[in-house]
């Protein structure tokens, strides 16, 4: 089974940046695809991007042009760079991987990211 587990959250400043990092157990060449989902309080888990096995990217409009998902195959890695934060941007942000042969999507524990005024 495989795990994700993810890091770089915390406490940032408006404009600030972060880069959340989400390592997985096994190469995420066996993944469809990998992405990051963020939920906020009171509110429901979202889309923020994903990435393919072919490198493919997708964005929610809230974030492009201000996040960038990327990869790097060897270390079995995918990350969120966030710049320009906003205090909205405010959510515990999980990582999502989709397996290529059962389909069966796997979720981190999540990382806490809080942007200040």
């Known amino acids: 089974q495989v795990q994700l587990v993810e890091s770089g959250g915390g406490l940032v400043q408006a404009g600030g940046s972060l880069r959340l990092s989400c390592v997985a157990s096994r190469s995420i060449f066996t993944f469809n695809a990998m992405g990051w989902y963020r939920q906020a309080p009171g509110k429901q888990r979202e889309l923020v991007a994903t990435i393919t096995s072919g490198g493919n990217t997708n964005y929610a409009d809230s974030v492009k042009g201000r996040f960038t998902v990327s990869r790097d195959t060897a270390k079995n890695t995918a990350y969120l760079q966030m710049n320009s934060l906003k205090p909205e941007d405010t959510a515990v942000y999980y990582c999502?991987?989709?397996?290529?042969?059962?389909?069966?999507?796997?979720w981190g524990q999540g990382t806490q990211v809080t942007v200040s005024p």
């Open positions: 999502n991987a989709v397996g290529r042969v059962t389909g069966i999507q796997t």
